[in-house]
């Protein structure tokens, strides 16, 4: 990295185009047709920023580490990892909720008969157990990377935790929302010797991303 130069992890998916535009907002240029491309890495015109574009729950662990300063990912993934970063901002896009969910056409409507314990599948685990551990019920948690909304078609499970957005993944797939555990957005998250090593370029970043989202940049 140049001396000086700023990291910044973006998230590969649904939340990409909408970080690059708010960088762009701050004035940051050369990112154009980063978000079609297969680029992974871009440096802006000045020199003075680099972007890497990485899997959203990857993200917590660079910025934890100082290979980015900082990064945009979910708050979803922030609950789940508990990293130690610094989370100066809500970046206000992306929302999006954290449900349970079980098949629409389920006999027992409550929790299914004959099953000792509730088999869950999902990609968020500790939020998975905390849940429902809050809940007084015993749940057998079957992680999983992707696609979640199969595993109870397949009979893997009788319930998922997983993110809604539009709801059209659960009712393609013949699930039906039970409760909402959280609800997230896209953050913006903060290496923490960076916050003081590079000061002046991670305040000044912040303070125009948080002008940006004020004035519908994004
Ligand atoms: C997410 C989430 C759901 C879907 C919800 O998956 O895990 O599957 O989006 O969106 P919807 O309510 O608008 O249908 P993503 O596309 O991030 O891929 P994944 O299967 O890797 O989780």
Same mark, same amino acid.
């Given at each position: 990295m140049r001396r000086g130069q700023i990291?910044?992890?973006l998230p590969k998916g649904r939340l990409l185009a909408e970080a690059i535009k708010l960088f762009e907002a701050t004035g940051v240029q050369g990112l154009e047709g980063l978000a079609?491309?297969?680029?992974?890495?871009?440096?802006?015109?000045?020199?003075? %920023?680099?972007f890497l574009v990485l899997r959203p729950a990857d993200i917590p662990t660079y910025v934890e580490y100082g290979a980015t300063d900082m990064g945009v990912v979910g708050k979803d993934i922030l609950l789940e990892?508990?990293?130690?970063? %610094?989370?100066?901002?809500d970046l206000k896009y992306g929302a999006c909720r954290l449900v349970v969910a079980r098949p629409t056409n389920l006999e027992d409507k409550g929790?299914?008969?004959?099953?000792?314990?509730?088999?869950?599948?999902?990609?968020?685990?500790?939020?998975t157990e905390r849940y429902?551990?809050?809940?007084?019920?015993?749940?057998?948690i079957i992680r999983l990377s992707g696609s979640i909304e199969l595993a109870p078609l397949a009979g893997l499970c009788e319930r998922?935790?997983?993110?809604?957005?539009t709801?059209?993944?659960l009712q393609e797939n013949g699930l039906e929302e039970v409760e909402e555990i959280t609800t997230a957005t896209a953050r913006l998250i903060v290496n923490r010797?960076?916050?003081?090593?590079?000061?002046?370029?991670?305040r000044g970043m912040i303070e125009r991303l948080t002008a940006a989202i004020q004035g519908g940049g994004a």
């Open positions: 990291a910044i992890a079609e491309s297969r680029r992974l890495l871009c440096e802006d015109f000045t020199g003075a %920023y680099r990892q508990e990293r130690d970063v %610094y989370e100066p901002l929790r299914p008969v004959g099953f000792s314990s509730l088999r869950v599948a999902t990609k968020y685990p500790t939020l429902f551990t809050e809940q007084g019920v015993q749940v057998e998922i935790v997983d993110l809604v957005d709801g059209r993944t010797a960076a916050l003081k090593t590079k000061y002046q370029q991670v």
